[in-house]
């Protein structure tokens, strides 16, 4: 059964600092990987998503994550955070078989900017 | 945005009463999801379909049911609300095609069962 870990339910950063979110996956054929956001009060939205095309994959508002197979991990990064990235992040998996419509999330990285 | 409401938006209700929540999607999209949020647990599926009266369970189904009588709207129904039911309930929604399935999200339905 496929299973995402992401590491630390909280991060916090200062403004301007550099953003890491980890996520570690484990599945027994090729995943799907994806990082989605989630503002207050909103549902989620897709930040990008790895489909073996290339493991350096960017998404929207800067954020950028790199698939390590060697390292089953897919972590998101973001050089400069800003006031507006605070939000929670979640990681999401899929294989690449044929069932590949359903997701299996992580329980979610609280990020905070602090001013 | 893709095109998905969700009503109501906010409901509280009493242990026992039946409810029942909407997705509506303008997308014609065949799969379409929920899923309820609670913290620490991330998102958990209740039920999806893959095509009008075509559903299958989740992970966290038990007290749950669903219909899909319409390519456009996706019915959960609590048979009997329980106060661990209380949560916010997500729909998505997601396409065939190369590649993978993406799924795309409507703005929630925060319940509370009292």
């Known amino acids: 059964a496929q299973s995402v870990t992401q590491l630390g339910s909280h991060v916090s950063v200062s403004e301007g600092a550099l953003v890491l979110l980890r996520c570690n996956y484990s599945?027994?054929?090729?995943?799907?990987l994806f990082w989605y956001v989630q503002y207050p009060n909103q549902g989620l939205q897709l930040l990008l998503k790895?489909?073996?095309?290339?493991?350096l994959v960017k998404g929207i508002n800067g954020f950028e994550a790199e698939f390590k197979k060697s390292e089953t991990s897919f972590h998101l990064t973001k050089p400069s955070a800003h006031m507006s990235d605070a939000a929670e992040y979640f990681c999401a998996v899929t294989n690449s078989g044929g069932s590949n419509y359903k997701l299996t999330f992580g329980k979610g990285t609280l990020l905070t900017v602090n001013p | 945005d893709a095109g998905i409401t969700q009503s109501p938006r906010h409901k509280v209700t009493e242990t026992g009463t039946p409810v029942t929540l909407r997705c509506h999607q303008t997308?014609?999209?065949?799969?379409m999801y929920w899923y309820r949020q609670d913290p620490g647990h991330g998102l958990r599926l209740i039920h999806y379909?893959?095509?009008?009266?075509?559903?299958d369970k989740g992970e966290v189904s038990d007290g749950y049911s669903v219909s899909r009588s319409k390519t456009e709207d996706f019915l959960l129904t609590l048979e009997s609300a329980t106060s661990s039911q209380t949560s916010v309930y997500f729909c998505?929604?997601?396409?065939?095609?190369?590649?993978?399935?993406?799924?795309?999200f409507g703005p929630g339905t925060r319940l509370t069962v009292t």
């Open positions: 379909s893959y095509g009008v009266k075509d559903t």
């Open positions: 997308e014609n999209h065949r799969y």
């Open positions: 790895y489909t073996s095309a290339a493991t």
């Open positions: 998505a929604i997601s396409e065939t095609g190369t590649g993978p399935y993406e799924q795309y």
């Open positions: 599945s027994s054929v090729p995943p799907y």
